[in-house]
């Protein structure tokens, strides 16, 4: 079974209130993070981060909740907020010598690197965002039945308990739901990967539901707050989507240039799993978004 991605060097790095976080580093050169989506691990970037390890100092964690870092009780709202995600991925950093560097997110880790790109524009050179949008305009263009497809957003922002045991009662069937329906390629997971990312959910079902439940909550008050307060992301910015056309009933470009000067907005033809399904389009992008 692949969990770790090779000629990559594994250690655990402790980012503050008793948490560590599994990483994996290689390469020299100027640093890159890359955080990973649901229902996945560091290990979908394997690909990309070869790639970029070639010219880069490529850094891959399992975010606080998921994988092979620590899981902590949700004790409040904050345990799982992408605010405190994102100063796991500035201490991670710092931790490893990295005051400044770049940083790209996909899904669960986009929102994570926004966050961080907006509450650390200091230590944030670069950032990436890959097929998703800011928390609060998610929740603002789902609406009717076209919000069936967001169906998960809804059942993990309802109180503890039935969720987490709905979950938990199924969880390879709720995890490979959305490994098989957002994929476009089924050969880009292989069933060694489908299996490490069906294993560490099923381990992490808890602290899957608490960061998705944090985002119907603390997380939309952090980005509201931040549009009251006229915040933006300073950094130059890139952000890749699925190319749905029209099906995607809204301007997922407009909606990020109200939260990025200079953006650079494209979209890729493959399915949600752009770094798997199509991981040499994903390094060149990153490669150019550097290079600004």
């Known amino acids: 079974m692949t969990s770790t991605i090779s000629g990559f060097d594994y250690r655990r790095v402790p980012v503050g209130g008793g948490v560590s976080l599994n990483v994996a580093v290689a ?77 790209a997110g996909h899904d669960r880790g986009a929102l994570v ?7 650390h524009p200091d230590a944030i050179t670069h950032l990436a965002c890959l097929d998703v949008l800011p928390t609060l305009d998610m929740w603002d263009v789902m609406h009717g039945t076209s919000a069936a497809v967001g169906f998960h957003l809804y059942l993990m922002a309802q109180p503890p308990g039935l969720p987490e045991q709905l979950i938990a009662a199924g969880a390879d069937a709720f995890f490979g739901h959305f490994l098989d329906i957002w994929s476009n390629d089924p050969q880009a997971i292989p069933a060694d990967v489908r299996t490490t990312y069906l ?65 650079r907005h494209g979209t890729v033809t493959c399915g949600h799993f752009m770094a798997e399904e199509a991981p040499a389009d994903i390094a060149k992008a990153l490669r150019d978004l550097l290079t600004r």
């Not at 850094?59 to 949700?74: M, N, Q, T, V």
């Not at 690197?113 to 509450?119: E, S």
């Open 27 to 103: 390469g020299t050169g100027s640093p890159i993070v890359l955080l990973h989506g649901f229902p996945q691990t560091h290990l979908m970037w394997r690909h990309v981060a070869a790639d970029l390890a070639a010219g880069h100092t490529v850094i891959c964690p399992d975010l606080r909740g998921y994988g092979a870092s620590d899981k902590p009780a949700a004790t409040d709202a904050a345990t799982y907020s992408k605010r405190t995600m994102a100063a796991d991925i500035i201490a991670l950093a710092r931790a490893l010598g990295h005051d400044r560097f770049a940083l």
């Open 113 to 119: 690197a926004f966050r961080a790109g907006l509450d």
């Open 199 to 263: 294993d560490a959910s099923r381990a992490a079902v808890t602290s899957i539901v608490a960061d998705y439940r944090a985002s119907a909550g603390i997380d939309v008050d952090h980005d509201q707050a931040d549009r009251d307060a006229g915040n933006r992301l300073r950094m130059p910015v890139a952000v890749l989507q699925q190319d749905w056309g029209a099906a995607l009933g809204f301007d997922a470009a407009a909606i990020w240039h109200e939260w990025a000067s200079d953006l």
